[in-house]
């Protein structure tokens, strides 16, 4: 089948997996990065080190603010319950949106439960959350604010540099979910005053099971964190460094910014092609407004067909989604469309196409054809 699923995970760059294999062999740099009494452990931690600087070079940030994780599901809670539970005498109010993944909504909820209160603001019709909205909800009990960078089911983009700076003389932490941005967007943290950033190397041509958390000024950001340990990672995060992911991403993430333009030029190309290319049929409505968000996701509703038909009925020719990959399975009505006011048919209705890099103008028009033959039968059907 054609993948169309690059939102919920993309494929490591050849590249990529090239920098992985000296960290898992022998004859290379396969030592624990923390044994340094010998040179070889030694080698491995400046290997490490030196992935370190460069990817906390591209997001504009210093390389002792930035530390390992195993993703952004991880990242994500490190930061949120890590921030809560350090600054509880301070205040038990923590401020996000009802369109956040659920590593961020259900880190909320599990607060809620151990006595804190969260604000989940609701996006306009077109998928954005409005800065105003939030700083209405700021109480005296807020301690932080957490807002994603990109949705991972509209690919719109949220005002957070509007946020950063609107929240810059406060003592509110700021943390934004980059797992759909990074790599994707340039993010410079030197300019935007970003608390906490959690980035995800899986979504961005590097291997799976392995991210990071950017932490501003770690002795003033003081997270409790979640593991205890060997000590790496500052004491945030401990556990032996995965070196041959570590390589992979920082590899993964220089190509990323080095084909940044490329890639979304590519992806704005082949966007404009897909939805000519469905527009060829009537009731096709695009989820999501189309003027502030990343080229790489089409959310896309059909007027009487059902997502769960459509996505079993191209099962074998499209890899597509309905809703993020972590809630399909269960056919759910997405929770991002429906606080969009999204319902009905465009809200049962709606699927996720999404594409990058690798994706060919050929791979899309066949998309196309099969979708909208596909959508076709599937009312003809309903109306016999
Ligand atoms: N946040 C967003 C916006 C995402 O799209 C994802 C991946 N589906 C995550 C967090 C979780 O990332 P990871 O798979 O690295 O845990």
Do not use: W
Not at 44 to 70: M, N
Not at 161 to 187: C, M, P
């Amino acid at each position: 089948p054609i993948y169309l699923d690059y939102a919920a995970t993309t494929p490591t760059a050849p590249e990529a997996v090239e920098a992985m294999l000296p960290y898992l062999t022998q004859s290379g740099l396969f030592a624990n990065p923390a044994s340094t009494q010998h040179c070889l452990g030694e080698a491995a931690e400046s290997a490490v080190e030196r992935a370190r600087t460069q990817i906390a070079e591209l997001i504009g940030a210093h390389a002792k603010d930035f530390i390992f994780t195993s993703g952004a599901t991880e990242s994500n809670n490190l930061a949120i319950k890590g921030i809560a539970l350090t600054y509880r005498d301070r205040g038990r109010h923590i401020i996000t949106s009802a369109i956040e993944h659920k590593s961020v909504l259900d880190t909320c909820k599990y607060l809620e439960s151990e006595g804190f209160s969260v604000t989940y603001l609701s996006p306009n019709r077109e998928g954005m959350i409005n800065t105003k909205d939030l700083l209405n909800a700021v109480t005296d009990e807020t301690i932080m604010v957490t807002i994603m960078h990109v949705n991972n089911e509209t690919g719109v983009i949220q005002p957070i540099e509007q946020i950063a700076d609107a929240l810059a003389d406060t003592n509110l932490f700021f943390h934004v979910d980059a797992a759909q941005s990074a790599g994707k967007l340039a993010i410079d943290l030197s300019k935007t005053p970003i608390d906490l950033l959690s980035i995800s190397a899986h979504k961005f041509y590097g291997p799976k099971g392995i991210g990071g958390l950017y932490v501003r000024n770690r002795k003033k950001t003081r997270l409790t964190p979640m593991m205890h340990g060997g000590g790496q990672e500052h004491n945030l995060r401990p556990g032996t460094l995965a070196s041959h992911q570590i390589a992979g991403m920082a590899n993964a993430f220089k190509i990323a910014h080095e084909n940044l333009s490329n890639d979304f030029e590519h992806c704005r190309q082949l966007k404009r092609t897909l939805i000519n290319s469905l527009h060829r049929i009537e009731g096709v409505t695009l989820n999501g407004g189309q003027t502030h968000t990343l080229p790489n996701i089409l959310n896309v509703s059909f007027d009487n067909v059902g997502s769960d038909s459509l996505i079993i009925a191209l099962r074998d020719r499209l890899a597509i989604a309905s809703g993020s990959a972590c809630n399909s399975g269960a056919i759910e009505a997405s929770y991002v469309l429906r606080a969009m006011a999204i319902e009905g048919d465009r809200l049962y209705g709606a699927v996720r196409i999404s594409f990058g890099r690798y994706t060919t103008e050929a791979e899309i028009l066949n998309a196309g054809d099969a979708i909208i033959s596909e959508v076709t039968r599937l009312r003809e059907l309903a109306l016999t």
